[in-house]
């Protein structure tokens, strides 16, 4: 494939930080409502003494953060029986990760120094549009420096354009995720590849993100976790949003995704993971948590209707929002399947009035426990009361809705309000070396200006599918209400008939079956949602030629005499003219 010199340009987010002052790169994220602050060494939402996640005042300035911090807990068990893991911590210590992927030594373990990949690479839905359509006629001849210095397998440009080579990983670790074309294992755009986000579980993702961070970090460092040692993991992780608006909780979440690759020489079992969110919500003084267990999710509330400021901290005055924490994917064994274990822990700090055995972990047992719904006592925890009694041992925390005072909440069962942090988990699974496992979680804000503090959170546990289910299905069905591709079927009626289509991926040609849909027209779609085919009049099943169709992603759409629509993706992953 044709393509024009590219610039020599380096991306705005790749700053290299110099030995003697290491710290790891950071970015911000910020397409729809929400603004938020990554670290390269995997510590969400944390600048070293505030909280940076949350909805910017008019000049983009964040004044209040209900989520000070946010990160990755992790532990398993060794052949030997040995507790091994690594957690990220928030009290301004070093903690047991470092930007960057794994050496091969696992006899020396050192301090966490600098990395080449010390960076986060931005990709943006502009710049991918932009590609697609200076690739759809087959030849490349604009610049598009984002996309050919992505940091996917074996890309034979990055080197080019950053200045250093990209580390040569196994075949099972493809880097940044990226669309393969041609199934060569490599990324080159010149070949139709393209960056993509995991999508863990899905073949397309036909609804692209405005805007999506990459970077990777690892635990083959010191840990000063007390008890625990380092697993030898490289964790990938993928940064998301759409460009929503406020009326849809799409528009006020950011996915993140995680990849973590097993780079050791050994097979571990009963892997747990889970993400440990430090809430302050306004003031947090007065914050209450609970859980959706049917969502996986648990959040964080006011326990009135006035949130006021204090300890230097800007409340949300009056009717203040409800904030969550969903894991959308569960960790997955080597067949793919989720786990269904897991749930959601309160965590209090340690210098909290609490029972000693409900406060903060202080070394590796203690968080294997809290990741495996017990408190750091190794008491389970329980239903009832504040949860730490005894009683039937549950996987979530006050599931009940706290506007009903005959389910169990901390409003029915009286608990004194303050600081609150929370631990969403998963697991156990095993997981060999050189495997690796997936997890997804969001974060969201909902409040409405006339809604009380409890009309909120009852307002979050109603529209908290309008996150999940689209995640869940792959983003597979009716346009969103956000950043459509096809923008030209929003207005069609839509229908619950099943298009199925296959094989999928394909290379030349693909087979549609649609039973009862009396099917008017087919139309095949690119993913920027131009018109590049159409069959009139089809059978209700058949087959339809794509060989002169350019590998990537399309979507078929059947409308039917009635004037209702389906939409289907698919993928021609090979066969480039």
Same mark, same amino acid.
């Given at each position: 494939?044709k393509?024009?010199?590219?610039?020599?340009?380096l991306l705005?987010?790749?700053?290299?930080?110099?030995?003697?002052?290491?710290?790891?790169?950071?970015?911000?994220?910020?397409?729809?409502?929400?603004k938020?602050?990554?670290?390269?060494?995997?510590?969400?939402?944390w600048d070293?003494?505030?909280g940076?996640?949350?909805?910017p005042?008019?000049?983009?300035s964040?004044?209040?953060?209900?989520?000070?911090?946010?990160?990755?807990?992790?532990?398993?068990?060794?052949?030997?029986g040995?507790?091994r893991?690594?957690?990220?911590?928030?009290?301004?210590?070093?903690?047991?990760?470092?930007p960057?992927?794994?050496t091969?030594?696992?006899?020396?373990?050192?301090?966490?120094?600098?990395?080449?990949?010390?960076?986060?690479?931005?990709?943006?839905?502009?710049?991918?549009?932009?590609?697609? &359509?200076?690739q #759809?006629d087959?030849?490349?001849?604009?610049? +598009?420096p984002? *996309? @050919? %210095?992505?940091?996917g397998? !074996?890309?034979?440009?990055?080197?080019?354009?950053?200045?250093?080579?990209?580390?040569d990983?196994?075949?099972?670790?493809?880097l940044?995720?990226?669309?393969d074309?041609?199934?060569?294992?490599?990324?080159?755009?010149d070949d139709g590849?393209?960056?993509?986000r995991?999508?863990f579980?899905?073949?397309?993702?036909?609804?692209?993100?405005?805007?999506?961070?990459?970077?990777?970090?690892?635990?083959?460092?010191?840990?000063?976790?007390p008890?625990?040692?380092?697993?030898?993991?490289d964790?990938?992780?993928?940064?998301?949003?759409?460009?929503?608006?406020?009326?849809?909780?799409?528009?006020?979440?950011i996915?993140?995704?995680y990849?973590l &690759?097993?780079? #050791?020489?050994?097979?571990?079992?009963?892997? +747990?993971?889970? *993400? @440990? %969110?430090?809430?302050?919500? !306004?003031?947090?003084?007065?914050?209450?948590?609970?859980?959706?267990?049917?969502?996986?999710t648990?959040?964080?509330?006011?326990?009135?209707?006035?949130?006021?400021?204090?300890?230097n901290?800007?409340?949300?005055?009056s009717?203040?929002?409800?904030?969550s924490?969903?894991?959308?994917r569960q960790?997955?064994?080597?067949?793919?399947?989720?786990?269904?274990?897991?749930g959601?822990?309160?965590?209090?700090?340690?210098?909290?009035?609490?029972?000693?055995?409900?406060?903060?972990?202080?070394n590796g047992?203690?968080?294997y426990?809290?990741?495996?719904s017990?408190?750091k006592?190794?008491?389970?925890?329980?239903?009832?009361?504040?949860?730490?009694?005894?009683?039937?041992?549950?996987?979530?925390?006050?599931?009940?809705?706290?506007?009903?005072?005959?389910e169990w909440?901390?409003?029915?069962?009286?608990?004194?309000p303050?600081?609150?942090?929370?631990l969403i988990?998963?697991?156990?699974?095993?997981?060999?070396?050189?495997?690796a496992?997936?997890?997804?979680?969001?974060?969201?804000?909902?409040q409405?200006?006339?809604?009380?503090?409890?009309?909120?959170?009852q307002?979050?546990?109603?529209?908290?599918?309008q996150?999940?289910?689209p995640?869940?299905?792959?983003?597979?069905?009716?346009?969103?209400?956000?950043?459509?591709?096809?923008?030209?079927?929003v207005?069609?009626?839509?229908?619950?008939?099943?298009?199925?289509?296959?094989?999928n991926?394909t290379?030349?040609?693909?087979?549609?079956?649609?039973?009862?849909?009396?099917?008017?027209?087919?139309?095949?779609?690119?993913?920027?949602?131009?018109?590049?085919?159409q069959?009139?009049?089809?059978?209700e099943?058949?087959?339809?030629?794509?060989?002169?169709?350019?590998?990537?992603?399309?979507?078929?759409?059947m409308?039917?005499?009635?004037?209702?629509?389906?939409?289907?993706?698919?993928?021609?992953?090979?066969?480039?003219?």
């Amino acid at each position: 494939m044709k393509r024009r010199l590219l610039l020599i340009t380096l991306l705005g987010c790749t700053q290299i930080w110099a030995q003697s002052s290491f710290q790891p790169d950071t970015a911000w994220i910020h397409v729809n409502n929400i603004k938020a602050l990554v670290s390269a060494d995997g510590r969400l939402f944390w600048d070293g003494q505030n909280g940076q996640f949350g909805i910017p005042d008019e000049n983009g300035s964040l004044t209040i953060s209900p989520i000070k911090s946010a990160g990755l807990w992790l532990a398993a068990i060794d052949p030997g029986g040995n507790l091994r893991g690594a957690v990220h911590t928030f009290d301004g210590s070093d903690d047991d990760f470092c930007p960057g992927i794994s050496t091969s030594d696992w006899t020396n373990t050192g301090p966490c120094v600098n990395s080449v990949l010390n960076r986060i690479w931005r990709i943006t839905k502009e710049e991918l549009v932009a590609f697609f &359509i200076d690739q #759809s006629d087959g030849q490349i001849e604009g610049n +598009h420096p984002a *996309i @050919y %210095a992505w940091p996917g397998r !074996g890309n034979p440009h990055f080197a080019g354009i950053l200045g250093f080579e990209l580390p040569d990983v196994p075949s099972y670790d493809h880097l940044a995720p990226f669309f393969d074309a041609n199934g060569d294992e490599i990324y080159n755009p010149d070949d139709g590849d393209f960056p993509m986000r995991f999508h863990f579980g899905c073949s397309v993702d036909p609804y692209l993100a405005e805007e999506m961070l990459w970077f990777v970090f690892n635990d083959a460092v010191i840990h000063t976790t007390p008890g625990f040692s380092p697993l030898y993991f490289d964790v990938q992780c993928v940064v998301s949003a759409y460009a929503c608006s406020a009326d849809n909780l799409l528009g006020n979440t950011i996915y993140v995704e995680y990849y973590l &690759i097993n780079k #050791s020489i050994v097979d571990y079992n009963e892997l +747990h993971a889970g *993400i @440990y %969110a430090d809430l302050s919500l !306004g003031c947090s003084n007065d914050d209450y948590i609970g859980s959706i267990p049917e969502y996986h999710t648990g959040y964080v509330y006011n326990s009135d209707n006035n949130d006021g400021g204090c300890s230097n901290q800007e409340g949300y005055g009056s009717n203040p929002p409800a904030v969550s924490v969903a894991l959308l994917r569960q960790l997955t064994d080597p067949w793919l399947f989720e786990t269904e274990q897991g749930g959601v822990m309160p965590v209090f700090d340690l210098q909290s009035s609490e029972p000693p055995g409900k406060k903060h972990p202080e070394n590796g047992t203690q968080y294997y426990y809290n990741l495996t719904s017990r408190w750091k006592d190794n008491s389970p925890l329980t239903f009832g009361g504040d949860g730490y009694m005894d009683g039937i041992p549950v996987k979530f925390i006050y599931p009940g809705n706290p506007s009903n005072p005959l389910e169990w909440s901390e409003v029915s069962t009286i608990q004194s309000p303050g600081k609150r942090g929370i631990l969403i988990s998963s697991g156990p699974v095993d997981i060999d070396s050189g495997r690796a496992t997936r997890m997804a979680v969001s974060f969201s804000i909902i409040q409405q200006s006339n809604n009380n503090h409890l009309q909120n959170v009852q307002l979050l546990a109603d529209s908290m599918s309008q996150i999940a289910i689209p995640y869940e299905y792959c983003f597979d069905g009716p346009p969103l209400p956000c950043s459509p591709i096809i923008s030209s079927t929003v207005n069609y009626p839509k229908t619950d008939k099943t298009l199925v289509l296959f094989p999928n991926p394909t290379t030349n040609q693909i087979r549609y079956q649609c039973s009862d849909c009396n099917p008017a027209v087919l139309i095949i779609y690119d993913r920027i949602g131009r018109r590049v085919a159409q069959i009139d009049h089809p059978e209700e099943q058949g087959l339809i030629g794509i060989d002169q169709l350019f590998p990537g992603a399309y979507f078929l759409q059947m409308i039917t005499i009635e004037g209702k629509v389906i939409v289907k993706p698919f993928i021609i992953s090979n066969g480039i003219k």
